[in-house]
């Protein structure tokens, strides 16, 4: 049974930074590909980023680049999503989730894609 759990969250002032966590308990992390997911207060779950099981390979949405990076550490079952820069309009549930990435190295962008979910954890931004 994977089990995803997120830490990290808080509330910050705008321009501030956050590093969210999320460990997996399983064996298999280092073949999964794991990816950040937001969900603010009436909108639907959003793709954040994604990275590849081997760490080199990783996307962002738009409204995140340059501000936050995604990273991996397979030792440790973790990856980690750096947040620098916050605004206000990064306020939301933040959501890590994996699936096996069967197809080689590469990174995955849509909900339905991912097979294991964490239970999230709330980042507030105040201005």
């Known amino acids: 049974q994977v089990q995803l759990v997120e830490s990290g969250g808080g509330l910050v002032q705008a321009g501030g930074s956050l590093r969210l966590s999320c460990a997996e308990s399983?064996?298999?992390?280092?073949?999964?590909?794991m990816g950040w997911f937001r969900q603010a207060p009436g909108k639907e779950r959003e793709f954040v980023a994604a990275?590849?099981?081997?760490?080199?390979?990783?996307y962002y949405v738009d409204s995140v680049k340059g501000r936050f990076t995604i990273s991996r550490d397979n030792a440790e079952n973790t990856v980690y999503l750096q947040m620098n820069s916050l605004k206000p309009e990064d306020t939301a549930v933040y959501y890590c989730a994996g699936r096996n990435s069967p197809y080689g190295d590469t990174y995955y962008l849509r909900t339905d894609e991912y097979d294991y979910w964490g239970q999230g954890t709330q980042v507030t931004v105040s201005t």
């Open positions: 399983g064996r298999t992390f280092s073949r999964y590909a």
């Open positions: 990275i590849g099981w081997s760490g080199r390979s990783t």
